[in-house]
């Protein structure tokens, strides 16, 4: 489908083909006398099934931004619309509510539960919802298929390998079907390989129509996506095509 249908088809469904609007975001933390400026004034624009990478030195606002972007923290001034929603009006269990519905998180570090098993730890953010146990489990190894783990389900975290782990997060990422996939660094624990193939799922997830925002030091893995952003002491300093010459 090219783009303009793509959006012709969001406005028959009612929705805007913008998906992510930010006018201004800052985040200061005051730090005895000093001020940190982690983000200085972030404008921009995410369109739906989009996606984007995020890349920029250590210290220059990337995790504070994904933070912001998915609703795990607040910004000290500026204006955030997510899926039409002024954010900085929700209270912290609206907050909580459209964090569950909208945005699934990928860490770099998995962040598992280790007591529980791959389908335990899919399973976990459907607690939430007012659905079966079966219907859970159902929507739960539907998502472990997706990412080709479902002769996994049974094992405990530490009976996998890093790259299957990171395929475990996925699954639990994907289970609530969020509008934004939301990555910080998730390859950065992975040797090269199992990057790569990291990366090809989350290629796959983006053919699927999948909105998908990662972080990385990485230029080759920013490179994948459709759209690279370049953040430097809080500020957006470059924006540009994927595969557009640097300067
Ligand atoms: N809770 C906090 N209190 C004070 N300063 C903070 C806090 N969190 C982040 N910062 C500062 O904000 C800046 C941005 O931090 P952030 O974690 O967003 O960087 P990053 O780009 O994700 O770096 P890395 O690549 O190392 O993960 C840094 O200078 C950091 O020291
Ligand atoms: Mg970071």
């Known amino acids: 489908m090219s783009s303009v249908d793509e959006s012709a088809a969001a406005k028959d469904a009612g929705e805007d ?12 933390y005051e730090m005895g006398s000093q001020i940190v400026r982690a983000l ?30 998915g609703c795990l ?37 998995f962040n598992l539960l280790p007591r ?4 335990g730890n899919v399973m976990q953010p459907l607690v939430y919802r007012r659905i079966s146990y079966r219907r859970r489990k159902e929507m739960a190894m539907e998502a472990l298929r997706r990412v080709r783990l479902d002769d996994r389900m049974d094992h405990l975290p530490n009976q996998l390998s890093g790259g299957q782990r990171q395929r475990v997060a996925i699954a639990r ?8 996939l939301l ?18 799922l989350f290629d796959q997830l ?3 129509g999948q909105t998908l925002i990662l972080v990385t ?8 996506g459709d759209r690279v952003i370049e953040l430097l002491d809080g500020k957006i300093i470059r924006d540009r095509r994927a595969g557009e010459p640097l300067h």
Do not use: C
Not at 174 to 180: A, D, K, Q
């Open 17 to 28: 083909s913008v998906l992510i609007r930010m006018q201004d975001i800052r985040k200061h």
């Open 40 to 69: 200085d004034g972030i404008s921009v624009e995410i369109g739906r099934g989009d996606w984007v990478s995020f890349i920029g030195s250590s210290g220059s606002g990337k995790s504070t931004f994904l933070n912001i972007l």
């Open 73 to 109: 923290d607040r910004p000290s001034g500026g204006e955030y619309f997510l899926n039409g929603v002024y954010v900085e009006e929700l209270g912290a269990n609206q907050l909580a509510e459209i964090r569950n519905r909208e945005i699934g998180f990928i860490f770099q570090s």
């Open 116 to 119: 529980a098993t791959a389908l």
């Open 173 to 180: 990422a994907l289970v609530t079907e969020p509008s934004i």
């Open 183 to 200: 990555a910080d660094e998730p390859t950065g624990n992975l040797d090269s390989r199992t990057g790569a193939e990291i990366m090809q």
């Open 206 to 208: 983006h053919r699927e």
């Open 217 to 224: 030091h990485e230029e080759d893995v920013a490179g994948l």
